[in-house]
């Protein structure tokens, strides 16, 4: 089974990418959707928030304050420290999924996160894909996706990765900067170059 990881900065439609895989026959791992759910399920990660940006991180009924933890964490420059905390827990998920999607006969599981790329490339990885686009495209997706202002979005933008200085760690760049059309039609042609790829290594062998 290859283990891929696709990532991008907002609006760069690597979650598109990561859809059309899935049509594709792919296992798809969020790992911001996971990450979320970890923080209110795993003991192990509620516990560490609670030591490190307190009690009110949470409210009485388990769920996250999340008023409170932006102020705590985000506002307050303390965003690494969070990520100490969620991202070995879902690194360690990651990992058990791939187990199970290769029990199930999947070819490819991947894994699609933002932050994918910070401490340079995993070593679980066999291709990474990075989705790349303009920044003023970017900007007006994300403005019309989310009925954000510029200003807000740019200040999403400028706490992402520089995407640009990542890509000698990528195998695959996808320029995303035409229609919705041009980007499916880009992520299956990289995804069936992986999975010849992958056959041409096994009959090798």
């Not at 999340?66 to 420059?77: N, Q």
Request: aromatic residues 6%; charged residues 30%.
């Amino acid at each position: 089974m290859v283990i891929a990881g696709v990532t991008g900065g907002i609006g760069s439609g690597k979650t598109t990418v990561c859809r059309e895989w899935e049509k594709l026959g792919a296992y798809v791992f969020y790992a911001d959707d996971e990450a979320k759910k970890l923080m209110v399920s795993s003991k192990d990660v509620v516990n560490q928030i609670k030591k490190t940006f307190g009690e009110h991180s949470y409210h009485k009924d388990g769920s996250l304050n999340k008023p409170h933890l932006i102020r705590e964490a985000f506002d307050s420059g303390r965003v690494e420290e969070l990520n100490r905390i969620v991202h070995p827990a879902v690194r360690k998920a990651f990992a058990r999924a791939c187990r199970n999607a290769e029990k199930e006969g999947y070819k490819v599981a991947v894994k699609e996160a933002a932050l994918l790329l910070n401490n340079g490339r995993p070593g679980i990885l066999d291709k990474v894909v990075i989705v790349s686009g303009d920044e003023n495209i970017r900007l007006k997706r994300v403005m019309k996706r989310d009925q954000s202002s510029s200003a807000k979005i740019k200040k999403r933008m400028d706490h992402q990765p520089d995407f640009e200085k990542k890509h000698h760690l990528a195998d695959f760049i996808i320029y995303n900067n035409g229609t919705l059309s041009d980007l499916k039609k880009e992520a299956e042609n990289v995804y069936r170059t992986i999975i010849e790829e992958a056959n041409s290594t096994t009959s090798a062998v």
